[in-house]
């Protein structure tokens, strides 16, 4: 990202601005009802209809776009979101935009038209044209928007570099720019030091790259506000060890490192809208590679939990290193614990790449993140933490394995595994991401994206407040 998402926002309304008219086949006659009578005779010559997301460009004077007409489509149809508009960033030519009526949502039709304005271009020679901008409407509030949209950018760009150019150390080296920023304090441990401070399962992993192992612990916020503790994922590349991964599956491995890239987007949007909380941020941060010194299956390793893990599959590393992150923030035994990481393909089968299961024996917050990702089109499922299932990862030589040979139940399976190093803390979430986007939709340009962030933060701002 070159450019901060949120610039195709803009506070004012420029005197070329054109206005964007939002309609639905019912409100079609309604909203051309104050056109010109050539703009309405356009609309007829081209047989204009407003599905959803279809777009018209109405011509004026000396080759200029007199006005923009959306469609948004039949109320109740399912490409008919408040996300929807945010296609216009990706449709109209370069220039100023406003809108000229009410969109389903004001405030989701503007961010969605800054979250898809999103492009990588950090390796591209030629960074395109000018881009489109939109005016904030009038009760909106922009500042958070850009807040928003700036984050979930950050996020993004880290999940799409290359793990040529983002390996741990790298990872490391974006949270403690972003604890810098905002006054926090950052830790790194690196190497064998792991070994030394009691992180055996994040070395395991990790010892098999020439790039070493780091955990990185961040803290921000009054000591004496709750506790929120975030914990993520960091695996800078996962070419799923000795259990090597075929050539297909090792394509979007780069992304391994989404639950990293998510949590530092949180934390970077509860820093900078200074929530009512004490933050801690623990990254676990490795390469799964292949060498003499790689983990192997059958292998058997300590946890920091003291609990003895036999290794079933060496591409299952993903909780054997929150294992011991887990570990380390249930320790002082937070509020609110929270986890996120690209953990199972079994999660893509059963609710595929757009809908993330999350998994917490806490009525209360289950409820909270629901209502949340419905409010801000930011989906997430909850999933049964289905305690039956724990004999699947019984090991007859050691306290558990980190897989079960049934081949049943992995996304379940991987949070029971990550539930037995969690007893102290009074909420614990988990969030088994995709942490990409497969195709183009709304909002949500195909790449990296952090999934939950905005519906994640929504539940904290409103648990917590701000002290700003």
Known sequence: MTVPASDCLIDHLPPQAVPIWFASPQTLAQVTAVMSSSARDWITHTGFEPHAGRHLLLPGAGGRIQSVLFGLGEEGHALRTPLLPGLLAGLLPPG????????????????????????????????????CRLKIPRDVAGAELRRIADAVAFGRDLINMPANALGPAEIAAAAVALAKTHNATSEIIVADELLERGFPLIHAVGKGSSRPPCLVDMRWGDETAPKVTLVGKGVAFDTGGLDLKPSSNMLLMKKDMGGAAAVLALARLVMESRLNVR?????????????????????????????????????????????????????????????????????RVALGPDLPPFYTKDEQIAGELAAAAGRTCDPLWRMPLWQP????????????????????????????????????????????????SPQTNPGRPEGGDVQGVRALYDVLYRRYGSIA
């Open 389 to 436: 299932y724990r004999s699947m990862l019984d090991s007859k030589i050691a306290d558990i394995n980190n897989v079960s040979t049934s081949g049943f139940a992995g996304s379940v399976l991987a949070a029971l595994f990550l539930d037995r190093f969690v007893e102290r803390s009074r909420c614990h979430v988990h969030l088994d991401i995709y942490g990409w």
């Open 279 to 347: 933050l801690r941020i623990i990254l676990p941060c490795v390469e799964n590679a292949v060498s003499g010194l790689s983990f192997r299956p059958s292998d058997i390793y300590p946890s920091r939990k003291g609990i003895n893990v036999e290794i079933g599959n060496t591409d299952a590393e993903g909780r054997l290193i929150l294992a011991d992150a887990l570990t380390l923030a249930d320790e002082e035994a937070p509020e609110l614990l929270i986890d996120m990481a690209t953990l199972t393909g079994a999660a």
């Open 96 to 131: 100023d935009y406003y809108m000229a009526n009410a969109a389903d949502d004001p405030a989701l039709a503007t961010l969605s038209f800054a979250l898809h304005s999103y492009r990588f271009t950090t390796y591209r020679s030629s960074q395109g044209n000018k881009s």
